[in-house]
């Protein structure tokens, strides 16, 4: 597993019945997490003490409850920010399992000693650009969500790189990636966090495990003759990291050579010293 570990300002306090006992800064935050299926002791008077719990509701969706928090607040992770922002289905605009990430994207793009272009998809509010740009790279973020690309903007702002060679795009990512092919554009590095489900522009449906394979050999189009890293993350229930590991080596192993590692990511848990799973990543790189 890689563990985030290194966080300074946010931490999972416990994990119990389906719940987790967060700290965001200074603020104290209760949400669902369905990997949490034991059952322990709530001793942590915080878990009566938060300042914003996300209900579910039987019926689908959820909502905020006891909500005492500002309309945002900045949280840092080593050199980067955030704009910490309560929106629907229990999400914050962050997701802090994928620090590991970011340290991996910045000391790679670092230790490559030579410009380095890179392309995120389905890059949400920009944690994998920033830590891309804070290596010093080149960066186009794509996403369909205009909302979400406004907030990476205002991230990259609050971070320092608000000059930072990012081509900020909104746009489908597969719409994208065709027109990219077509425009003859490389990169050195490619990230992307696909969804599970979800819909294009004209209808088409996008089914991750139909999906994913026919449009990693698209994007395998996109690398340049001396590419450096992919970086595949997925949230997808059941979907194991050998598996991504396989589909990365499989497209971009048998182009390049390189080799590829998968984990899951994980978040320390301070009351029992356990590890929260949450979500699987494939790195696969040149060297």
Request: net charge neutral; hydrophobic share 40%; with cysteine.
């Amino acid at each position: 597993m890689w563990i985030s570990e290194n966080w300074k300002e946010y931490e999972v306090l416990d994990a119990s019945d389906g719940e987790k006992l967060e700290r965001w800064g200074s603020y104290i935050l209760v949400r669902p997490d369905p990997q949490v299926i034991w059952s322990t002791p709530r001793t942590d008077p915080r878990w009566r003490k938060y300042d914003a719990r996300y209900a579910r509701s039987n019926t689908g969706g959820g909502q905020w409850n006891e909500h005492r928090l500002p309309e945002h607040w900045a949280l840092h992770y080593r050199d980067l920010c955030f704009l910490i922002k309560p929106m629907n289905f229990k999400h914050t605009g962050v997701f802090p399992e994928q620090a590991v990430n970011w340290d991996f994207i910045t000391e790679t793009i670092r230790g490559a000693g030579r410009p380095v272009n890179v392309l995120n998809l389905f890059a949400y509010t920009g944690g994998a650009t920033l830590a891309a740009a804070k290596g010093g790279a080149s960066v186009c973020h794509v996403d369909a969500a205009k909302g979400m690309v406004q907030m990476a903007r205002d991230n990259a702002r609050a971070s320092g790189l608000e000059n930072a060679p990012i081509r900020w795009i909104v746009d489908d990512c597969g719409k994208f990636v065709e027109r990219e092919l077509r425009r003859g554009r490389r990169y050195d590095a490619i990230i992307m966090d696909p969804p599970s489900y979800g819909r294009g522009p004209s209808g088409e449906i996008w089914k991750l495990e139909t999906s994913l394979w026919p449009f990693l050999e698209q994007v395998c189009g996109l690398l340049s003759e001396a590419p450096l890293f992919v970086l595949v993350n997925s949230y997808t229930t059941g979907l194991a990291p050998s598996v991504v590991g396989y589909m990365l080596d499989s497209v971009f192993g048998k182009r390049f050579g390189g080799h590829t590692e998968a984990q899951e990511l994980g978040l320390p848990v301070t009351a029992s010293g356990l590890c929260l799973p949450c979500g699987a990543t494939g790195r696969w790189q040149a060297k």
